[in-house]
């Protein structure tokens, strides 16, 4: 399943720059299902200890780029605008800290959902919610559980779906066709996970011949033999 996910990379250098939606999401599992002794406190909100963070980028009446972060801070943000939003570009966001940085490069504004305002006149996020909430319904729903080291297949899935919303199931399976070109072998698969023995440590070498040491197992085998012999004549 992860070599056909791996089709739906969206290897392109698209740059947005219509109106952009930037918000970003919490993927892991919840506190509240796991037991008692796993249970580990002050991970509610944009807490990333116990989940992965997803960036989103999307473009109005256009298409979206989302990809898994090691954090949601602005040293980690703004590099990924810089490299899919272009220069002067209008963003909108949200009030969290982090997104002030944006407003060096772009014409930046941003909603206060803390003071429960979600929208004000051109200013929102609901496209980009919308789509965390297609894909957060396809996760919980349908693969129940995903692995951090794999999350940024079943993001491109989603992605992918939603970009080429406008083709038939058809077209998008032409799609995957031309992009399964590309080869993945199992170690990129696994995420570069590999064992690996140490070679400097010798080994014993076994020992293939076969000694029948034990009397007792030489005497059966001699019963054995003689019987057969029997049969024989």
Not at 6 to 30: L, W
Not at 124 to 143: P, V
Not at 189 to 208: A, C, S, T, W
């Amino acid at each position: 399943m992860q070599r056909i996910r791996e089709t739906y990379n969206p290897e392109y250098e698209e740059v947005f720059s219509n109106e952009v939606e930037v918000d970003e999401t919490y993927v892991g599992d919840k506190e509240k299902n796991k037991h008692g002794n796993k249970r580990r406190e002050r991970t509610q909100g944009r807490s990333i200890k116990t989940k992965t963070p997803v960036l989103g980028i999307l473009e109005r009446n256009g298409k979206v780029y989302a990809i898994p972060i090691k954090d949601t801070k602005g040293a980690t943000i703004l590099p990924i605008m810089r490299d899919k939003v272009a220069d002067g570009t209008k963003v909108y966001t949200d009030e969290y800290r982090p997104y002030r940085a944006l407003g060096t490069q772009f014409e930046h504004s941003f909603v206060k959902h803390s003071a429960s305002e979600y929208v004000s006149g051109v200013v929102h996020t609901n496209n980009i919610e919308n789509f965390w909430s297609l894909f957060k319904r396809g996760i919980d729903g349908i693969y129940h559980h995903v692995r951090p080291k794999h999350l940024d297949k079943y993001v491109n899935e989603f992605t992918f779906r939603y970009n080429n919303r406008g083709l038939s199931e058809g077209s998008k399976f032409d799609v995957c066709l031309a992009n399964s070109a590309k080869r993945l072998d199992y170690k990129t698969l696994i995420g570069g996970e590999e064992k690996k023995e140490n070679k400097d440590i010798k080994r014993p070498e076994k020992d293939v011949k076969i000694e029948h040491e034990k009397p007792i197992f030489k005497e059966v085998l001699t019963k054995m033999i003689k019987k057969g012999q029997k049969k024989d004549t």
